[in-house]
């Protein structure tokens, strides 16, 4: 049984685990309820999910260096998914209030945009979830 430092980074590392898991899965879930699945953009969070769960599941099981750099690969892809997620949430409203009032533009249009029905924060999610 480890003892000290070594005893708190594992604990840490198992409840940071557990963390992610548990927001992949509450993410995945609300995703599959949206019916985010068209297309590949909208599959993409689902499959990195996919594929996050899976390598953390190999760190877990076997801890090596390789198992590790795979799994912070990953939470890299997620990172870079979530700020995707984001421009292309905010362009789709962007345009959808475009063609609602050709008018706006600047601070108006931004604000309009983040209020719209698409949730343009939403793959910030992702974007923590990778933090992790």
């Keep these: 049984m480890k003892a000290g430092p070594a005893a708190k980074l594992d604990t840490t590392r198992r409840m940071l685990g557990a963390i992610f898991l548990f927001g992949s899965l ?5 995703l599959m309820l949206m019916g985010h699945t ?16 899976g390598t953390l599941g190999l760190v877990a ?55 719209a029905a698409t949730p343009a924060l939403a793959p910030g999610t992702m974007i923590l979830l990778g933090a992790l």
């Design 61 to 115: 099981r076997k801890g090596g260096m390789t198992q590790l750099r795979a799994f912070q690969l990953v939470l890299i892809l997620f990172v870079v998914s979530g700020v995707a997620g984001v421009l292309l949430h905010y362009k789709g409203n962007a345009e959808f209030e475009l063609e609602l009032n050709p008018e706006l533009s600047g601070v108006a249009l931004f604000s309009e945009s983040m209020k």
């Design 26 to 30: 509450g993410t995945s879930a609300e």
């Design 38 to 53: 068209e297309g590949v953009w909208q599959n993409l969070p689902l499959i990195l999910i996919a594929i996050g769960c």
